[in-house]
C-alpha cells in the first residue's frame, strides 16, 4: 500500500511537468504493469515514483514554437 507523502509528491510531480507543457502526457502505468515490470526486473517503485508513473508520463518533446 502506497503511503500518503510518497502519493503525494508523485501527482505533485506529474502535475507539474504537465504545467510545464514540454511534452505530451501519456496515460500512466496500470497496476498489472506495475506487477509485471517489478517482477521482470525484481525491482520494487518507490511510492513517489510510483505514483508519478500512474499519474502519467511524459511521452515526447512538445513542438511549442516550431513552425
Given at each position: ?41 525484481g525491482i520494487e ?9 500512474a499519474s502519467g508520463s ?10
Open positions: 500500500m502506497m503511503k500518503p507523502d510518497g502519493m503525494k509528491l508523485g501527482i505533485e510531480a506529474a502535475r507539474l511537468l504537465a504545467a510545464a507543457d514540454c511534452c505530451e502526457m501519456a496515460p500512466g502505468l496500470s497496476e498489472i504493469e506495475f506487477q509485471r515490470i517489478e517482477q521482470e526486473y517503485f518507490a511510492d513517489d515514483h510510483r505514483a508519478f508513473l511524459g511521452s515526447s518533446a512538445a513542438q511549442v514554437g516550431r513552425s
